[in-house]
DNA sequence: AATTATGTTGGACATATGTCTAAATATGTA
DNA sequence: TACATATTTAGACATATGTCCAACATAATT
């Protein structure tokens, strides 16, 4: 990102960011983000594209920046002060809440935009850095030989399957279903504990 | 991809494939994928660009058309008479070789192409649905109320993480604590098997 | 109110993408 | 070898990318 964040906020900045973010969402509901260039962005929000450069090093750039705003509504630092063992639990319900309340828009989203695409693909590597971050925020080094960092990195990749089969798949499974295949999935790990 | 590989083959395509895919890599020793153009490297292969097109609708396609190439040295077919609970491991030890073969050149790609860029992302995606492929592939349905699917992605992202850290790390690990961390994530699966 | 610093804007630039032709050339086959 | 067929090729085209700069507008400071 070529605009600096930790600056102090000032009205300009918001104003733009806000735009760029939301006429990306806008487009995304109508059209795969394979097919939206920075042209047509800048058109549908009336902003000149040397502005959007101001910003962002290019279009991936500014998804990003949607997917860190976004996180911001989960409130990650409130996970800082759960035990390891919960919070894959909490994590679940939590990123369960925010799918289902955002369900609308998702589908919408998702019904051009597939699994696989760039969108997608952008998304699920996000939440699965986020995720692990989290997971890694603990004092464990190593167990049982293992590093911590690829049991972290195991209990994301499993969250995000089991998120993506709720909400991503043609047959989705219930919450109910879903804390069953998490149990299942990472059993061992858990009751280890 | 534009050109159709279930056709009869003839020496123009074969030229050209092996060719592109060839020079593909050769760039990808000495620069991120990210910076490598369709125009260079038609320039470094000596096609006019009308011809990439007349194979590929654009770079990624190449890409994958790259990894099928490379999979198929990898003798798919032979797991197919593999119990399940053998797969795991039978797969695991023939990647493990296959990169090990090729860790000199991997490594020299791997200086300019981190393990998040675009590169990577194209690479695991394959792998990831060829091995859920080869783990899905036994009429198991669902287990435990489980559906198999999921269990195959399951298995495929756990063996993926596992290489990732045998030759993608900076401090990777041995084959010995590799097996060991497989057994370990993978655990109550394998045993209910 | 005048001045300075900071950020925005429009337009030009070089380069890349992907499509489309008609003409040239290589291919496999009879 | 000669031929019909398939493929390649050069070049033009419309559009997109990302950078740059000078002119401009806004906000903060004096």
Chains 1, 2 share one sequence.
């Not at 925020?137 to 195991?154: L, R, V, W």
Request: glycine residues 2%.
């Amino acid at each position: 990102m070529k605009y600096d964040l930790s600056k102090k906020t000032n009205r300009f900045a918001e104003r733009t960011l806000a735009a760029f973010s939301e006429t990306l969402f806008t487009l995304l509901e109508q059209k795969p983000f394979e097919e939206v260039t920075v042209n047509e962005l800048c058109e549908k929000c009336n902003y000149p594209r040397a502005t959007f450069y101001n910003y962002f090093q290019d279009i991936f750039d500014l998804l990003e920046y949607c997917w860190q705003s976004i996180s911001k509504e989960l409130h990650i630092a409130e996970y800082k002060e759960l035990e390891t063992s919960e919070r894959t639990q909490v994590l679940f319900e939590r990123l369960y809440s925010y799918f289902e309340k955002e369900e609308n828009k998702v589908n919408q989203i998702m019904s051009h935009n597939d699994i696989d695409g760039l969108l997608a693909q952008s998304l699920k590597r996000y939440m699965l850095l986020q995720i692990r971050e989290i997971m890694m925020d603990c004092p464990h080094g190593i167990k049982n030989d293992i590093p911590f960092e690829m049991i972290a990195t195991h209990y994301s990749n499993t969250l995000q399957l089991i998120l993506e089969w709720c909400f991503f798949k043609k047959e989705t499974i219930s919450k109910k279903e879903a804390r069953k295949c998490i149990n299942y999935l990472l059993g061992t790990l858990e009751k280890e504990d």
